[in-house]
């Protein structure tokens, strides 16, 4: 079993920044990949980023060069700095742990999901 706790989320304003935290804990040596989420209001859950056990990333087009994620082995903790942040990028971001190596551990069928946390951007 993982664990996995967000953290950084907040309210500001188009153009700033945040970073978001994801602490993983449990059988944490069990993980593939670690990849953030966002599902806002209405709308469908996307995948936002994604960073593998080697330390490869990937991101969505949305995104791409205004988002980075990152990993701090030694806290098992999965970062993503979040800037020039959008009205759009408003949602609740969840990151989420794929305890598989097949298929691809950065895609859509994650194991183990946090509770989220609330990125708001004003306008």
């Known amino acids: 079993q993982v664990q996995l706790v967000e953290s950084g989320g907040g309210l500001v304003q188009a153009g700033g920044s945040l970073r978001l935290s994801c602490a993983a804990s449990?059988?944490?040596?069990?993980?593939?990949?670690i990849g953030w989420f966002r599902k806002a209001p209405g709308k469908e859950r996307e995948g936002v980023s994604c960073?593998?056990?080697?330390?490869?990333?990937k991101y969505a087009d949305s995104v791409k060069g205004r988002f980075t994620i990152s990993r701090d082995i030694a806290k098992n903790t999965v970062y993503l700095q979040a800037k020039s942040l959008k009205p759009e990028d408003t949602a609740v971001y969840y990151c989420?742990?794929?305890?598989?190596?097949?298929?691809?551990?950065?895609?859509?069928?994650?194991?183990?999901w946090g509770k989220g946390t609330q990125v708001s951007v004003s306008s």
């Open positions: 989420a742990a794929d305890g598989s190596s097949w298929p691809d551990p950065c895609g859509d069928d994650m194991d183990y």
């Open positions: 449990g059988r944490t040596f069990s993980i593939y990949a």
């Open positions: 960073i593998y056990s080697d330390g490869r990333t």
